[in-house]
């Protein structure tokens, strides 16, 4: 299934004009992090293994500071003066 929804985001990424890749390309990955974050939370609720929690709870912060870079991004391409 993962390799199937690889392959249409691909192929999404390929149908778009080269000014909107970024646009696209960006947005596909806020879906993907937003995905892990969760994913990790649920993780790190779930474990019982004290050095897995621990790992994923210091993976996590880098992960939500990417998400932020990426909607930080997602702004500055939605609103050119907006980084300026």
Request: aromatic share 10%; hydrophobic share 45%; glycine share 2%.
């Amino acid at each position: 299934m993962r390799s199937q929804q690889s392959y249409d985001d691909l192929a999404r990424l390929n149908a778009v004009e080269a000014h909107e890749f970024d646009q696209a390309y960006l947005d596909r990955e806020v879906i993907f992090l937003q995905q892990l974050v969760k994913l990790v939370n649920t993780f790190i609720r779930s474990t019982t293994n004290a050095e897995l929690k621990a790992l994923l709870v210091r993976s996590r912060l880098s992960f939500i500071f990417h998400l932020d870079q990426a909607h930080q991004l997602q702004l500055a391409l939605e609103h050119p003066r907006f980084g300026r």
